[in-house]
C-alpha cells in the first residue's frame, strides 16, 4: 500500500517535471526570434535617429561621403554603387562555377570522387574570411598590379574574386543538394526518350530543381553583399562611384568596419554607420525571406 | 545528328570538370601558398610569447589564449540554448505554425551579416549594458551568431534517431522527458558534435564582430576577468596586414599566424565532417 503511494507520488512528479520542461523549452526555443527582435530594436534605436538630422534621400542619393570634414557629409550612394557592382561580378563569376561543383557532385561524380569533392567545398566554406582578405592582399593584388599594369592591386575585381571564392561553397551546395533530389524516375523517363545524359541534365534535371537552385543563388548573393573583412581587406576603400573593374571601392560592409572605431558613441557618424546597418539588415533579411518562400514552395518530397 | 548531341555532351561535361577543378585548384593553391610562405615564421616562441619590439618579433600567445576564450565562451550560450531550441523543435512543438515562425527566424539570424551582428553586440553588450570591450561582450555575441549552426545541425541529428526508438523507450513507461535524456540525446550525440565543431570554427574565424566588441589591437597582459579586452588571431592578421608602419616587416608572421587559425579551423571542422560522416553511416 506505502509502496503504492510512493509510485505514485514519483509517477506525479516526474509528469510535472515533464511539463516544467516543456515549458521552459518553449521559452528557450523562441530565443532565436527574440536575438533578431532585439537586433532590429537595436539597429533601429542607434541609427534611426539620424533621419532627423539627413533627409532619408539625402542619405541614400548623395554622393559625398564625408563623415568627419569640418562640413560632414553622409551620402552612401558610392558605397551603394560599389556593394552593387562587386555582388553583381562576384555572383557572375561564383554562379556557373557553382554550377559547375554542384553538377559534377551530383551527375558525373563517381563515388569516390564524390566523397572527396564534397567535403572540400565544405572546408572552403570554413575558411575564414580574414584569411581570404589576406591571400587577396599578399598575393593577387600584385598579380593584378603587374599583368594589368595598375597602381593598386586593391580594387572592384580583386574584391570580387574573393567574395566569389566565398560564396561558392554556399551556391554549390545547396544546389546539389536540389538537383540530387530530383526524382530517378523523372531521369529514367528522359533517358527512355532517347536523350543522352548532356540533354537530361539540361533539360530535365536543372529545370526540375531550378527552385533550390534560385534558393541556393539568393543565399550566396545574400551572403556577399554581407561579406566584410574580405573587401575592407582588398576592395581598396575609396568611397567614389567606381568608374572602371580597376577602381578602389568601398562597399557599405567595410565602411562600417572601417570607420566604427573612430565614431564617437551617439554621433552623427555613429548614427549614419547605424543606419547602414539597418540598410543592410533590410537586404539579406528580404533575400532571406524569399530564399525560405522559395525553398517550401516547390520541393521534392524526400522519397 | 546523334554526333552532335555527343560532342555537346562531351564540351558540356568538359566544362563542367573544368569549373570544379578550378575551385577545388583555388583552396589548394590560397592553402599551399600561405603554409609555404609561413612555415619558417612557426616555432615552439612563436606559440608560448608575447608579442615584442612592436609587434614586429616575438609570439602569439596572447591572441591564441584569445580566440580560445572567445570560443569558450560563446559556446557557454549557443550549446545550451542551441540544443534545447532543436529538442523542443523536433520532439516538442505540436503547433506548425509557431515552428514556421521559429524557424523563420533561424534562418533570417543565419543571414544576418557578421558586421550587423557586430552593431548589435556594440550597441547592446559593449555601450547599453557596459560591458566595454571585452570577453564577455565579444563571447555573447559570438554565441548568439552560433546558435543557427547548433540549432540546424542538432535537428538533423535529432530527426535522424529511428522513431522507434522513442516509441520503445515511452512503452517501457519512461517520460517524454526521461526518453530524451536517456535515449534520443545519446544516439544523436555525434552529430550534435559536428555542431559544436563547427561552431568553434566558426568563432574562432569570425572577425568583424570580435574587432566591435572584444578584441583590442594589442594587450600587455593576458586578461584576468571577462570584462579585460583581449587579443584574437584573425583579428591580429587583419591589424598586422592593414594597419601601422611595420606592414612589411610582421609580413613572416601575418603568414604563421594565417597558419595557425587555418590550422585550428581545418582541424575543428575536419572532426565535425568526420563525426557527420561516421553518424550517418551508423544509423543506415
Known amino acids: 500500500m506505502n509502496d503504492e503511494k510512493i509510485k505514485i507520488r514519483l509517477k506525479r512528479r516526474s509528469i510535472i517535471f515533464d511539463i516544467l520542461i516543456e515549458k521552459f523549452f518553449f521559452i528557450i ?8 527582435l532585439t537586433i532590429m530594436i537595436f539597429l533601429i534605436k542607434e541609427g534611426l535617429p539620424l533621419f532627423k538630422e539627413i533627409s532619408i534621400s539625402d542619405f541614400i542619393f548623395g554622393q559625398e561621403w564625408y563623415p568627419t570634414s569640418g562640413n ?31 553538377i559534377y557532385i551530383s551527375e558525373l561524380a563517381g563515388s569516390t570522387l564524390r566523397e572527396i569533392v564534397k567535403p572540400v567545398v565544405e572546408i572552403i566554406a570554413s575558411i575564414p574570411s580574414v584569411i581570404v582578405g589576406f591571400f587577396g592582399m599578399v598575393v593577387v593584388a600584385p598579380f593584378l598590379m603587374t599583368h594589368f599594369n595598375i597602381d ?42 532517347g536523350a543522352n545524359r548532356w540533354q537530361t541534365i539540361i533539360h530535365v534535371t536543372i529545370p526540375a530543381s531550378l527552385s533550390g537552385i534560385w534558393t541556393a543563388i539568393i543565399l550566396g548573393v545574400s551572403r556577399v553583399i554581407g561579406e566584410t573583412m574580405i573587401v575592407l581587406m582588398v576592395a581598396g576603400g575609396a568611397a567614389v562611384i567606381p568608374t572602371s573593374i580597376f577602381s578602389p571601392v568601398r562597399p557599405l560592409t567595410s565602411n562600417i568596419a572601417a570607420e566604427m572605431a573612430e565614431a564617437s558613441v551617439g554621433g552623427t557618424h555613429y548614427r549614419a554607420l547605424f543606419a547602414i546597418g539597418i540598410i543592410l539588415f533590410v537586404i539579406t533579411f528580404l533575400f532571406n525571406i524569399i530564399a525560405d518562400y522559395l525553398s517550401n514552395k516547390y520541393k521534392f518530397k524526400a522519397s | 545528328m546523334k554526333t552532335k548531341a555527343i560532342i555537346i555532351q562531351n564540351t558540356g561535361f568538359l566544362l563542367i570538370r573544368t569549373g570544379t577543378l578550378i575551385v577545388i585548384m583555388s583552396l589548394f593553391v590560397m592553402l599551399g601558398y600561405i603554409f609555404y610562405k609561413g612555415f619558417s615564421a612557426l616555432s615552439w616562441e612563436f606559440f608560448t610569447e608575447m608579442p615584442k619590439n612592436e609587434m614586429t618579433g616575438g609570439g602569439i600567445f596572447p591572441a591564441i589564449v584569445g580566440t580560445f576564450y572567445l570560443m569558450l565562451g560563446s559556446s557557454l550560450i549557443s550549446i545550451p540554448v542551441g540544443v534545447i531550441t532543436a529538442i523542443y523543435l523536433t520532439e516538442y512543438a505540436k503547433n506548425p505554425g509557431i515552428v514556421k515562425i521559429i524557424r523563420l527566424g533561424i534562418n533570417n539570424l543565419a543571414g544576418v551579416p557578421s558586421v550587423v551582428f557586430g552593431l548589435f553586440g556594440l550597441s547592446l553588450f559593449v555601450i547599453f549594458l557596459g560591458f566595454g570591450t571585452s570577453i564577455l561582450a565579444g563571447s555573447l555575441t559570438l554565441g548568439l551568431l552560433n546558435l543557427p549552426v547548433i540549432i540546424r545541425s542538432t535537428e538533423e541529428s535529432l530527426q535522424v534517431v529511428p522513431g522507434t526508438y522513442r516509441e520503445a523507450s515511452l512503452s517501457l513507461g519512461a517520460t517524454k522527458w526521461q526518453t530524451i535524456y536517456k535515449v534520443i540525446l545519446p544516439n544523436a550525440l555525434p552529430g550534435i558534435m559536428t555542431g559544436i565543431m563547427l561552431s568553434l570554427g566558426r568563432a574562432a574565424g569570425e572577425t568583424a564582430p570580435v574587432m566591435f566588441t572584444a578584441a583590442a589591437f594589442y594587450t600587455p597582459d593576458l586578461p584576468v576577468s571577462v ?4 587579443m584574437a588571431l584573425p583579428y591580429h592578421i587583419y591589424v598586422m596586414a592593414t594597419a601601422g608602419t611595420h606592414i612589411q616587416a610582421t609580413r613572416h608572421l601575418q603568414y604563421g599566424t594565417a597558419i595557425v587559425l587555418i590550422a585550428l579551423v581545418l582541424v575543428l571542422n575536419m572532426t565535425g565532417l568526420i563525426l557527420r560522416y561516421k553518424f550517418r553511416k551508423n544509423l543506415k
Open chain 1, 29 to 36: 526555443g523562441l530565443s532565436s526570434l527574440l536575438v533578431l
Open chain 1, 72 to 102: 560632414p557629409r553622409f551620402g552612401i550612394l558610392p558605397l551603394i554603387i560599389s556593394s552593387l557592382y562587386i555582388t553583381i561580378i562576384a555572383s557572375l563569376i561564383a554562379i556557373p562555377l557553382s554550377l559547375s561543383v554542384a
Open chain 1, 152 to 193: 593598386s592591386g586593391l580594387n572592384l575585381l580583386n574584391a570580387s574574386l574573393m567574395l566569389a571564392f566565398m560564396a561558392i561553397p554556399t551556391i554549390a551546395s545547396i544546389s546539389e543538394d536540389a538537383i540530387s533530389s530530383v526524382p530517378m524516375s523523372l531521369k529514367e523517363a528522359s533517358y527512355a526518350l
Open chain 2, 227 to 230: 570584462f579585460n579586452e583581449i
